[in-house]
């Protein structure tokens, strides 16, 4: 974003000052903003559009444990510790939604129904059996489920089978992160598009088009469009575009929400009978980057082709919505969080990779106690890109 100097300020606002300037009003922000409600700091939450503007608003709602890959690749990938510590660490996204939010009256169509991955093919189906198997010996709640069993609960052909993980979740993600936002007793000032960002001797100077902000501390919650505010985040933090499509209210049949073809595409009947289906962007991976909001035809074409393979009888039912989305995908496929290495004001959480609500509770605890007491979260601190 290119900013005219006539327009760098808008006199007539006062600057506001806080301890902590949060930019982003999606889950991470108002995550960190809510772990950081009973500190005793003031907390400002700073976005460009409305509360849920990016990715939040955007997602499939799918509440997971684990990662963008089955727990056996994430294995073989970061070794047994660091795979399970980091199931432990969404795991505990869930229990702590539960906990906090939803057991304080956060109505936001939470349910922990379990969710399925399914396998594309036999090869996928050894994978799962693999996963399953070191999972339940680590206490997880994992079944696998045949052919037959998708076809009864799911109402699904053509898929050999799969894994169902017992205590995983979905939820209505807006609904989320502006009751998650509201209970953080954070101010919030939307419409404000942060566009340059200054470290001063005690703090930074955060900059909009209308007011300026000063705070001891800055958090750039600001995932996917984070590479805009600063350099560091260009070679870290990736955009990539993720697409949705919801059909008209159908009668209730799907058990839980479903991941299939490796994690890469999923699908959810909505509290109101729609089925949304999202994914494929394995088709146009090279294309579908950057942070425009437009639907790819080819990609929402393979998603009407999925739902006409896996439910004939759903082949007529109108199409409603079609979206699109920007996630934020790391350069290992881990989340980040953490101070920006050389820096004591600057923080940052982001790069989940496609499962920031999967994360992004448990992430604003990480940062909150990072700030708080100086503790470096594990497994995913930005200290593993130096400094
Ligand atoms: C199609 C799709 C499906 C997905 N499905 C799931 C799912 O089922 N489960 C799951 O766990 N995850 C899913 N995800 C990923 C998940 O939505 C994200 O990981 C998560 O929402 C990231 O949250 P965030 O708060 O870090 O970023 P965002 O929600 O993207 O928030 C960033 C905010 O920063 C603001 N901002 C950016 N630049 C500026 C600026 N200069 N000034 C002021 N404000 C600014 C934006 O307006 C935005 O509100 C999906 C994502 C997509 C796109």
Redesign the pocket.
């Known amino acids: 974003m290119t900013v005219p100097y006539w327009q760098d300020q808008s006199p007539e606002h006062t600057p506001v000052n806080a301890d902590v300037v949060v ?7 108002a995550s960190v903003a809510w772990w950081l409600k009973d500190s005793g700091l003031d907390v400002v939450v ?4 409305d509360v ?5 608003g ?7 444990c684990g990662s963008v890959e089955h727990f056996s690749r994430q294995v073989r990938t970061h070794g047994e510790a660091m795979a399970l510590g980091l199931w432990r660490l969404s795991q505990d996204n869930l229990d702590l939604i539960e906990h906090h939010l939803v057991g304080d009256g956060l109505a936001c169509d939470f349910r922990r129904r379990g969710t399925y991955s399914l396998a594309g093919g036999d090869h996928e189906l050894t994978e799962l059996a693999q996963t399953a198997e070191q999972l339940v010996g680590h206490g997880v709640r994992v079944e696998m489920v045949d052919e037959a069993h998708v076809a009864r609960h799911l109402g699904a052909r053509h898929f050999p089978g799969g894994a169902l993980y017992l205590d995983d979740g979905e939820v209505h993600p807006v609904k989320l992160v502006r009751g998650i936002l509201e209970r953080s007793g954070a101010r919030v000032f939307t419409h ?4 340059r960002v200054a470290e001063t001797q005690d703090g930074v100077t955060v900059h909009t088009h209308r007011r300026t902000f000063h705070a001891g501390a800055l958090v750039l ?5 984070s590479a ?2 600063h350099p560091w985040f260009a070679d870290k933090i990736y955009p990539t575009r ?3 499509m919801v059909t008209a209210p159908v009668a209730p049949f799907l058990a839980a929400p479903c991941y299939a073809n490796f994690v890469l595409d ?1 699908f959810r009947q909505l509290a109101d009978g729609r089925v949304l289906i ?1 994914g494929f962007r394995q088709l146009a991976k090279d294309t579908e980057v950057g942070t425009a909001d437009v639907v790819h035809p080819d990609i929402q074409r393979a998603l009407e082709d999925f739902l006409r393979h896996h439910f004939p009888a759903l082949a007529a039912t109108p199409i409603e919505y079609r979206w ?5 995908f790391s350069a290992d496929s881990l989340p980040i969080i953490g101070a920006l290495p050389g820096r004591t004001s600057l923080y940052l ?2 790069g ?1 990779t ?7 509770f448990k992430a604003g605890q990480l940062l909150a106690d990072l700030i708080l007491h100086g503790e470096q979260p594990p497994w995913v601190s930005a200290r593993r890109f130096g400094g």
Do not use: K, P
């Open positions: 930019v982003g009003a999606g889950i991470s922000g700073v976005d460009r559009g849920c503007a990016g990715a939040s955007r997602n499939a709602g799918f509440v997971t404000h598009e942060v566009h919650a600001t995932n996917g469009y805009d505010l993720g697409q949705i999923y999202g699109s989305g920007t996630m934020g959480l982001g989940y496609g499962h920031g609500i999967g994360w992004g």
